[in-house]
Antibody, heavy 119, light 111 residues
C-alpha cells in the first residue's frame, strides 16, 4: 500500500510538498505516478517517475511541479510551486505497471491527500 | 489533452447487466490493447478492475469483464449488486503522450 501526506490549504502562488511512503514494495524499483481529482471532477494524470529516475509531467503542471524520491525512506515526493486555484484537488500516489515503457495499469492507489489553493 | 468519452451515467436493476463504453481514437483505444478500468466509490480512491482490455487482477470479481471493438472499449458488469454503485473510469495509452489518458467517467446507479 501507499500513503500520502502533506496536503492542506495554501494561498495562490504558494508552495507545498506532498509525500508518499510505500509499504511492502520498493518505490525506486517501480514506476510511480501522481494522479489528481478536482472536487466533483474526473481523474487527471499529473506526473510519473520511472524506476531509472526519469520524470514526465502534464503540460498543466510542467515547470511548477517536480518529482523526486528518497530511497532510504522509500518515499516519493511531489514538490508543487506557483500553485493556482485550479490545482485544488485530491492528489493520489499510484504505483504504475508498465510494459516496454507503456503504462498498462495503475494497480496500487493511496487514499489521497487534499490540496486546497485559496486565499 | 482530450479525455476519452464515456457516458455520464448508466443505470440498471439488481441482477441485470450493464455496459459502459469508452470511446477514443486510433491513437489510443483503437491502436493499442492497453485499456484499463477503475471503480471509485464516493470519498474513496479508485480501484483497478481491468487492464490490457480484458484482464482482471487477482481478487476482482468475474462479474466485471472488458472488451474492445475498433476505437471503443467496454466494461460490462453482470449480475448487478448494490455495491456496484460507483463511478467508473477507463484509461488508455496514447501514442502522443508519455502519460496515459483517462475517460470522462461514468456514474453507475442501481435502481
Amino acid at each position: 500500500q501507499v500513503v500520502e501526506t502533506g496536503g492542506g490549504l495554501v494561498q495562490p502562488g504558494g508552495s507545498l510538498r506532498l509525500s508518499c511512503v510505500a509499504f511492502e514494495f520498493t518505490v525506486s524499483d517501480n514506476y510511480m505516478s501522481w494522479v489528481r481529482q478536482a472536487p466533483g471532477k474526473g481523474l487527471e494524470w499529473v506526473s510519473i517517475i520511472y524506476s531509472g529516475g526519469t520524470t514526465y509531467s502534464a503540460d498543466s503542471v510542467k515547470g511548477r511541479f517536480t518529482l523526486s524520491r528518497d530511497i532510504s525512506k522509500n518515499t516519493l515526493y511531489l514538490q508543487m510551486k506557483s500553485l493556482r486555484a485550479e490545482d485544488t484537488a485530491v492528489y493520489y500516489c499510484v504505483r504504475s505497471a508498465m510494459v516496454q515503457g507503456i503504462i498498462i495499469a495503475l494497480d496500487i492507489w493511496g487514499p489521497g491527500t487534499l490540496v486546497t489553493v485559496s486565499s | 489533452q482530450s479525455a476519452l468519452t464515456q457516458p455520464a451515467s448508466v443505470s440498471g436493476s439488481p441482477g441485470q447487466s450493464i455496459t459502459i463504453s469508452c470511446t477514443g481514437t486510433s491513437s489510443d483505444v483503437g491502436g493499442y490493447n492497453y485499456v484499463s478500468w477503475y471503480q471509485q466509490h464516493p470519498g474513496k480512491a479508485p480501484k483497478l478492475l481491468i487492464y490490457d482490455v480484458s484482464s482482471r487482477p487477482s481478487g476482482v470479481s468475474n462479474r466485471f469483464s472488458g472488451s474492445k471493438s475498433a476505437n471503443t472499449a467496454s466494461l460490462t458488469i453482470s449480475g448487478l449488486q448494490a455495491e456496484d454503485e460507483a463511478d467508473y473510469y477507463c484509461s488508455s495509452y496514447r501514442s502522443s503522450s508519455t502519460l496515459g489518458v483517462f475517460g470522462t467517467g461514468t456514474k453507475v446507479t442501481i435502481l
